[in-house]
C-alpha cells in the first residue's frame, strides 16, 4: 500500500472517534440505565443527534456510565462486535417503544417485547459463589460475561417496566426535546431532562409575553 491511504492507516497517533461533546450530568441524567441508554439518541437545537454511531462510540458510551455513576456493567470487549452493536440499537429502539408507550398509556408493541425477552433470555445470569475465609458471596454472574452489559440494559428496562411508578416516567417537556427521565425528586414534580431545557422554555415564555406587552403598547 503507498501514497495517501497508507499513510492514513499507518499514521500512529490517529485520534478515536470522539462522542459529541456532552456533559456527564447531562448525559446521565435519565435516572435509569435504560432511560439513559435511550437518549443516547435525542435533539438538539431541533436536530437528531445520534451518540451511538458506530461500536466505537457505543464503547466509550458505556465506559463513561459505568464510571459516572459507579454501576459496573462488567467486562466489555474491546471494540464491541457490530453484530452486538446492531443488537444493541435494536434494544435501544424496543425499549424507547415501550418506554413511550408507558407514558401515553398505549398497549406495548409486541416486537418490542420480543427484542426485550431476546435479550435477557440470551444471557441469564447465574450466582457464582465466591470465598473469602469462612465467608461466602454470591455475585450475579452471565454466562456470556462480554454481553453482560446488554443484559442489564434489558433488565433494567424490564424492571422499570413492571415494577417502577410508570406515573414517574416522563418525557421532556420542552417541545425541541425527546429525552426521557425517571422522575425521583422529592415532590416528584420534575418537567425536565435538565435544567437547561426547563431554561430555554422559561426564557422563550418569557420573550413572548414581553413581545406580547410590546405589541399591545404599540397597537395602543
Ligand atoms: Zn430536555
Not at 42 to 48: D, S, T
Not at 94 to 119: C, F
Not at 172 to 193: G, L, M, P, Q
Amino acid at each position: 500500500m503507498t501514497g495517501i491511504i497508507s499513510n492514513l492507516v499507518s499514521a500512529p497517533n490517529v485520534p478515536e472517534p470522539e462522542l459529541p461533546h456532552f456533559e456527564d450530568s447531562v448525559m446521565f441524567a435519565g435516572g435509569r440505565l435504560s432511560l439513559d441508554f435511550v437518549n443516547t439518541f435525542c435533539m438538539r437545537r431541533g436536530a437528531p443527534v445520534e451518540f451511538l454511531w458506530s461500536a466505537e462510540a457505543l464503547e466509550k458510551w458505556l465506559r463513561s456510565f459505568a464510571s459516572f455513576t459507579g454501576k459496573d456493567l462488567g467486562p466489555l470487549d474491546s471494540p464491541i462486535h457490530e453484530e452486538l452493536f446492531t443488537r444493541a440499537l435494536d434494544l435501544r429502539t424496543a425499549i424507547r417503544n415501550l418506554v413511550l408507550g408507558a407514558i401515553q398509556n398505549q398497549e406495548p408493541s409486541p416486537k418490542a417485547l420480543r427484542t426485550l425477552n431476546q435479550v435477557i433470555r440470551a444471557n441469564p445470569t447465574y450466582p457464582r459463589l465466591t470465598q473469602k475465609g469462612l465467608v461466602l458471596t454470591a455475585t450475579a454472574t452471565a454466562r456470556t460475561e462480554t454481553e453482560r452489559w446488554l443484559t442489564e440494559i434489558a433488565i433494567d428496562a424490564a424492571d422499570l417496566l413492571t415494577n417502577g411508578d410508570l406515573k414517574l416516567v416522563r418525557q421532556c417537556e420542552a417541545s425541541t426535546c425527546i429525552r426521557v427521565f425517571y422522575d425521583t425528586t422529592k415532590n416528584h414534580k420534575r418537567r425536565w431532562c435538565v435544567e437547561k431545557c426547563g431554561s430555554r422554555v422559561k426564557s422563550a415564555a418569557y420573550y413572548e409575553r414581553k413581545k406580547g406587552v410590546r405589541e399591545f403598547s404599540e397597537e395602543r
